[in-house]
């Protein structure tokens, strides 16, 4: 298992910035990849950004088409803890953002597991 906490959501103007953490434990040498999702209301979970984690591929990104140079993941192995750097924040970044883990084991089942999400509202 693994547990997730995530903290530095908040309220901000447009065009300002906001950096989120989170937090892992439990089995995390077990984990394949990270990621930030956000949920806005009335609307279904998207990926914001991922990162991987642990061999040959280690700290590859991706990132949705709408924070592609605004947002930055980042991870520090040390402290079990991923990043996620939001420069030039607009009013449409605002949901609820929820970190994930991915763990897949060797029959390339896929497990999920999540924060409990932080809100990010950004005002016009």
């Known amino acids: 298992q693994v547990q997730l906490v995530e903290s530095g959501g908040g309220l901000v103007q447009a065009g300002g910035s906001l950096r989120l953490s989170c937090v892992a434990s439990g089995s995390t040498s077990s984990i394949n990849s990270m990621g930030w999702y956000r949920q806005a209301p009335g609307k279904q979970r998207d990926l914001v950004a991922r990162i991987t984690s642990g061999g040959s591929i280690s700290g590859i990104t991706n990132y949705a088409d709408s924070v592609k140079g605004r947002f930055t993941i980042s991870r520090d192995n040390a402290k079990n803890t991923v990043y996620l750097q939001m420069n030039s924040l607009k009013p449409e970044d605002t949901a609820v953002y929820f970190c994930?883990?991915?763990?897949?084991?060797?029959?390339?089942?896929?497990?999920?597991?999540w924060g409990q999400g932080t809100q990010v509202t950004v005002s016009s």
């Open positions: 994930n883990a991915r763990r897949i084991n060797p029959w390339d089942v896929r497990y999920d597991y």
